[in-house]
């Protein structure tokens, strides 16, 4: 893997070179300062699915754009052929950018593409991105951790967390913040095994949705209400759930103001589109 710090020449060399980047969990604003980089530079763009449509402006006018995102239970653009597509560009002495939701190498096969860019022998590199992890937390102000409460979090997929073999009773032992990846539609079934599995009913539970997007939600709960199908998502953007005593703890409410980007070298001057304000909601 090329070093990150020495990034490709202003003229792509004969093997061309490919930049994993992590497009953060929302607005582009909170894209990183070497992200916003590689895609100033990219030839070929190669979008997830779920991108801010904002992030259309950041994209050079010269730049070749091929969708290949991924979501579940809707057409999407085989794994084999976005690597095909990275390896051939790169190939033909593009610099390539995969902009890729959250963070590359949480939950966003990033390691696989990785794996298949050494595999054809084409340099690359992997610039990390703020994960929904971080941004769903902020969202709903909540802790993942809290000193002389938590100290520990634990990151599930929950999309096939009920299919694959589990200490429940470990899972529900007090104390760690759980965060559940793509769980929204497993989520009453989650519940109920951690019940089964001596949880307390009325262990918070905080179900956020598009996190730092224009439709974002955060709705509050507890394991009970979870289970009984009665937390169910508002919107058909990504969510992201977190459990535990950590999660209950009410932050104090914060704005989001609309910072324009600055104009640099880095970036362009006009602003970004606003992300709408989010919806609150106990349940």
Not at 20 to 28: D, E, F, I, N, Q
Not at 252 to 260: C, G, K, N, S, V
């Amino acid at each position: 893997m090329i070093h990150p710090d020495r990034p490709p020449a202003a003229t792509p060399s004969p093997e061309g070179f490919v930049s994993l980047v992590g497009a953060g969990p929302g607005h582009p604003d909170l894209l990183t300062v070497r992200g916003l980089r590689r895609i100033e530079a990219a030839d070929v763009i190669l979008p997830d699915a779920l991108l801010h449509p904002g992030f259309a402006q950041l994209f050079p006018a010269g730049a070749l754009v091929i969708p290949a995102g991924k979501r579940c239970g809707r057409p999407s653009t085989p794994q084999e052929q976005i690597h095909d597509l990275m390896i051939h560009h790169a190939r033909e002495g593009a610099r390539v950018v995969r902009l890729k939701n959250g963070d590359p190498l949480t939950f966003g096969r990033g390691h696989e593409e990785a794996q298949a860019l050494a595999a054809a022998g084409v340099p690359f590199e992997i610039v990390p991105g703020v994960s929904a992890l971080q941004a769903g937390a902020a969202a709903a102000g909540l802790s993942l951790t809290h000193r002389g409460l938590t100290d520990e979090v634990r990151i599930l997929e929950g999309h096939h967390l009920l299919d694959r073999p589990r200490d429940w009773t470990d899972l529900a032992a007090p104390g760690p913040t759980l965060v559940l990846f793509m769980a929204t539609r497993a989520l009453p079934g989650i519940a109920q095994r951690l019940l089964a599995a001596g949880a307390p009913p009325e262990l918070p539970v905080v179900l956020v949705e598009d996190a730092s997007g224009p439709g974002e939600t955060v709705t509050r709960s507890n394991l009970a209400f979870a289970a009984a199908g009665r937390l169910q998502p508002q919107t058909e953007g990504p969510g992201i759930v977190y459990l535990g005593p950590a999660a209950g703890l009410r932050s104090i409410p914060h704005a989001y103001p609309e910072l324009p980007l600055t104009a640099s070298p880095l970036s362009r001057p006009e602003r970004l589109p606003r992300a709408a304000g989010g919806r609150r909601t106990d349940r």
